[in-house]
């Protein structure tokens, strides 16, 4: 794709080879990070691919895949998942990838991260890779404990993000969990500490992130989670979003350049939802989606329309200038 002739026709389906059942592998979702990229099967499977040097593919080395021939296709195993926590096998409904690390959600509920945890960003209580060596993952690969949610319940994962060093989860009943790297409050903990790199950090440690409240004042309820390199943002019913963590490019829409959610009083009533403005129909702008790259944030509305805000030297937020 950086020169002539790349693209169309020359641009092959990349061979994905076949699920854990034999049938050809169907991607149903797919997830990019830095340097890799997973999709997830019509049958629960997930197969990764590209740089692996943080055990992020779950293939048990740190070399990278795809790179040569015969690396793809029938070569390509499922990552092995192994076991949710009822006990049955672990069939992902979503993935994520971020800078080196995967993280999948599995149909009941649970959370799988492996790769690079440097940072807690795979919520096992230490500072480990995971899926770079032999005997790593499978049943060894235990489900992150998320403890409950606002209401009292067990946390059952609706969806998942990867962030350069931190991951982020939400559940059916629109609460969020963040862990990892918390440098520059990403995690939305009101300090810049760490959270899943020790012991006794997660289950019912990890506190659900106060969003505060919607521009009805009720609780806002996240119906969609993102994770940037360094910041965070979720999306409600309504189509408000709320962005929290470094802001030092304009990355959270809040007007200035300062971080939030590493400070404590900056969450909660204090998280003000983007001011989005109005759509092409000049009706108030209400996302249905919204992204977040490395130092950047797009939203898209229900009219079709995109909105961005950030980082702007390479033309990614499309307004014409830097």
Partial sequence: GDKPDEMGVALDVVDLGVDHNGNPFKARLIAAGDNHSCAVGAAGGVKCWGQGSSGQLGNGDN?????????????????????????????????????????????????????????????????????DKPDEMGVALDVVDLGVNRDGNPFKARSVTAGDNHSCAMDAAGDVKCWGAGSAGQLGTGNTSAVGDEPDEMGVALDVVDLGVDRDGNPFKARSVTAGDHHSCAMDAAGDVKCWGVGSYGQLGNGDKLSVGSKPGEMGVALDAVDLGVDGDGNAFEATEVAAGRFHSCAMGAAGGVKCWGRGSAGQLGTGNT
């Fill in 63 to 131: 070399s990278p895949v795809g790179d040569k021939p015969d690396e793809m296709g029938v070569a390509l195993d499922v990552v092995d998942l192994g076991v949710n926590r009822d006990g049955n096998p672990f069939e992902a409904t979503e993935v994520a990838a971020g800078s080196n690390h995967s993280c999948a959600v599995g149909d009941a509920g649970g959370v799988k991260c492996w790769g690079a945890g440097s940072s807690g960003q795979l919520g096992n209580g230490d500072n480990s890779a995971v899926g």
